[in-house]
């Protein structure tokens, strides 16, 4: 189909009630943003529909929005919609005429339930017994989220007939996105990065026709134009970082445009905002020549889960995970731990900190697998499994007051001052402070982690560090060339806490790296039978990276070592044969040369090791970003263990695969007949 043009639909006028845009005019977008790996083209086709929903219809954007983001509402509330299988073969059975083993047949020739769902009505055309009436993105949107507010007896039931309901309206390809949407699997590359640079730059051309406020001028000239829209997308992201839910972000757009965020860009208490991320560096001497001459904070690194605890003035708290997710039931006996931590001076905060598993009595730190053994939700505080103590990091808001602009030093003194330690149950992250000059300590210090069972250390610049002295302008060029070369930082560190940024100020040594290998988190998506001992599990298994832009899961190499007799039952036993989570057919977006003996469906993150990247012909990860003819591959991968923190959307992608591990590691990528280049 054609692009479209905000200025064919403004011609419309009068034809668009409020809250009547259609379903199929986001089908369309749909249909464009799939049929291209070009970012170009995504982005000014999600500008586009933006603007044709602001200028005409701002009532349907804040649905269209979370449409395209194949999400119906924030991480931290119920988005699960619980259609399973069953509910959408019943529902497309019934809604077409066509025969479940007819269906059957149409789903395994093309894996992908929203393709079949599209053949089997356009099939069964002639049943179609009354005009259907267009369905709107409103009423998509609202019957989403009836459907996930559904529970109970009987909630199977009145899914399905929600489900039929949006079927018999929906007409051609709107079948086909819809049921993707229904399955939660929506595969466009709309990933959650472009909405907010799409929203940034349709509000900066469009507003809405009543609105009280102007678009401000774009600047002519190319360089300052890129400027204005960058600035746009940053004030987009650092709100979004602070506030990551579109039902606040979007109200405060149409209401007053992209410059209004600025001041209505305030954490609030039980929002949780981005966590700051740690950069990765190879081992200690690059971390120390990162930092020569500045001063520093070492801390353990600690193998357990990042929380971010919120506290209100009427005591009441919440916990939520590091992808934002509501983990307050998880953890009842951090709850009632806060009453007795926060200080008398203490009315209002936000903490961040590890929950680790711990020994209730000496309070000696048990591994990561000990603290996946405790239940996810509800868990009962009299009768708590695992025992956890919390280990805090950082200290973002206390008494109404926000500390993101604190240097660390600041938030840490009034993180260990203000509250109160409880033995083996709540106290702080054990440091060092140091400068590089201090190397022989920090090492004592990075084994004494070690021995501790941490995974290594974390080290964060205490105070704003201006950039080195100039650099010559040879060695900026020589810099500008080789991004991974290991004394290449010239930006200025900040002590500042920034949601959601991976900076340089923050910074991982973790022991793993010592062994010159990264890791990777990977997807299984298939498995042969074993040989001889192994003959009744599955090895090797088939591992695949994400292409967020196409949505496709992309076969990165087969995966044998580093399983454990115990991992091989499990995963047989999880991967069954004919269970729910195997096929015989290949899913429309799996994308793999190789055919394994069973499909896995994409369930899992598997922590994977490796000790090189190559070229190959065999495997399509990353294809078209190295080589046009070749993708990538692992070698010698080996398992390390599951990600059970990670959901698929947050495994390792394509690009990362083809650009990441290769900035930090001294990685040559091996040509098949051993040619080496970078
Ligand atoms: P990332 O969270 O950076 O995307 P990841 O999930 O692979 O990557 P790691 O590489 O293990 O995580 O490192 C970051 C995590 O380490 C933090 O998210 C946090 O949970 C944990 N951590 C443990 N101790 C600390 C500490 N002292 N300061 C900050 N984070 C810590």
Not at 48 to 74: C, F, H, K, Q, Y
Not at 354 to 383: C, M, W, Y
Request: hydrophobic residues 35%.
């Amino acid at each position: 189909p054609m692009a479209f043009n905000p200025g064919d639909y403004r011609n419309l006028g009068e034809n668009w009630p409020a809250g009547k845009a259609t379903y199929g005019l986001l089908t369309r977008a749909f249909i464009l943003v799939d049929g291209t790996r070009s970012r170009i083209t995504i982005v000014d086709t999600l500008v586009n529909l933006l603007r044709i929903m602001i200028e005409l219809d701002p009532a349907s954007l804040l649905p269209a929005v979370w449409l395209t983001t194949n999400d119906i509402g924030p991480p931290y509330e119920n988005n699960e919609l619980g259609i399973g299988s069953s509910i959408i073969t019943k529902a497309i059975t019934k809604t077409s005429g066509i025969t479940p083993a007819a269906l059957k047949k149409i789903y395994n020739k093309y894996g992908d339930p929203g393709d079949a769902a599209f053949e089997a009505k356009s099939k069964q055309r002639t049943l179609m017994m009354r005009k259907p009436t267009p369905l709107t993105i409103i009423n998509v949107y609202n019957t989403l989220i009836k459907i996930a507010a559904t529970s109970g007896k009987g909630s199977q039931d009145i899914k399905e007939s929600y489900v039929k309901r949006l079927l018999v309206e929906a007409k051609g390809e709107e079948i086909r996105y819809l049921t993707r949407t229904l399955i939660q699997h929506l595969r466009i590359g709309a990933v959650k990065t472009t909405v907010l640079i799409a929203l940034a730059r349709a509000f900066s051309f469009s507003r809405p026709q009543n609105a009280t406020w102007e678009c401000p001028q774009i600047p002519r000239e190319k360089d300052e134009q890129r400027e204005h829209f960058a600035r746009a997308e940053e004030i987009l992201k650092q709100y979004f970082a602070r506030r990551p839910n579109y039902n606040d972000l979007i109200p405060a757009l149409l209401h007053g445009g992209v410059d209004a965020l600025g001041e209505a860009c305030r954490m609030a208490i039980h929002i949780p905002l981005k966590p700051m991320l740690g950069s990765i560096t190879r081992d200690l001497e690059e971390m120390l020549v990162k930092l020569q001459d500045c001063d520093f904070t070492c801390e353990y690194k600690y193998d357990g889960q990042r929380a971010q605890i919120h506290c209100d003035e009427d005591g009441r708290v919440s916990i939520f995970s590091r992808h934002l997710e509501l983990m307050t039931s998880k953890y009842p006996d951090l709850v009632a731990l806060v009453p007795k931590i926060r200080g008398e001076y203490v009315t209002s905060f936000i903490l961040e900190g590890e929950v680790v598993a711990v020994d209730a009595v000496t309070g000696e730190l048990k591994p990561f697998q000990t603290l996946a053994g405790r239940e996810r939700k509800h868990v009962d505080i009299s009768n708590v499994s695992v025992t956890v103590c919390l280990f805090a990091f950082d200290l973002m808001y206390i008494n109404g007051q926000e500390l993101l602009s604190k240097p660390l030093r600041e938030r840490r003194n009034l993180l260990r001052t203000k509250f109160v330690e409880i033995p083996h149950a709540f106290t702080w992250v054990k440091y060092m402070d140091a400068t590089s000059s201090d190397s022989p300590t920090i090492r004592e210090f990075f084994k004494s982690a070690l021995s501790s069972k941490c995974e290594g250390i974390m080290v964060k610049a205490l105070n704003y560090i201006p950039a080195p002295f100039p650099a010559t302008m040879e060695e900026e060029q020589n810099t500008a060339k080789k991004p991974n070369k290991s004394n290449s930082r010239r930006k200025p560190l900040l002590a500042t806490y920034e949601p959601d940024k991976r900076l340089e100020s923050w910074l991982k040594v973790k022991k793993d790296y010592d062994s010159s290998a990264d890791t990777l988190d990977l997807i299984p998506i298939g498995g042969w039978h074993g040989q001889g001992r192994k003959a009744k599990w599955w090895s090797p298994i088939l591992l695949a990276v994400r292409n967020p832009t196409t949505g496709s899961l992309e076969a990165v190499c087969k995966c044998m070592s580093g399983f454990t007799d115990k991992h091989y039952a499990e995963m047989k036993k999880f991967y069954g044969e004919d269970g729910e989570n195997t096929s015989k057919t290949k899913k429309g977006y799996y994308d793999s040369a190789l055919t394994p003996k069973v499909w896995f469906e994409p369930k899992e993150v598997w922590e994977i090791a490796f000790a090189d990247i190559t070229l190959s012909p065999t495997y399509s990860a990353a294809l078209g970003l190295v080589s046009q003819e070749r993708g990538l591959s692992l070698r010698f991968p080996r398992f390390l263990r599951k990600r059970e923190d990670k959901s698929i959307e947050e495994a390792s992608t394509s690009e990362f695969l083809a650009g990441g591990p290769c900035w930090f590691f001294p990685l040559y990528l091996v040509v098949a007949d051993n040619h080496r280049f970078i």
